[in-house]
């Protein structure tokens, strides 16, 4: 199931939807959580938030993107898990020096959840060299 490209894709843009609507439903406690000054600063609080309903507009989009192109070919969906593998080591970076150089406090859940993401896109993105791999051992080449 897991190695299924296309319902890779559906399921990580599934779990990208789900993340936009926890951004937009928890954006305050989110806020308050990463930058505890928020809380008694009204414009910081509300600028915030506002942020994390553009993020939410935008990981809702790439989600919807992903589970749309979940009929597209075997090929296409590897490529495009590839790409999600190297976005979300851009976010997985991010996060990083969000977290130990600008000092702000991300969720382990968050970390823990984009590594997975990532793990698994670079994985099933590669199955073709498994299928192959398989088919040598198996003498299915003919």
Known sequence: MFNNSRFTLALIGIILILESFGFVIFAQQIT??????????????ELGISLRYAMASGLFFLGMLLFICRGVTRSAAQRLLFSCGLGFVIVILSLTYLAFVRDVN?????????????LLAFYVSSRKFQEWIRNINTFEFI
């Open 32 to 45: 308050e959580t990463m930058f505890p000054f928020s809380k008694n600063n009204p414009d910081a609080l």
């Open 106 to 118: 991300i969720s382990k859940i968050i970390f823990i959840v984009h590594i997975i993401l990532a």
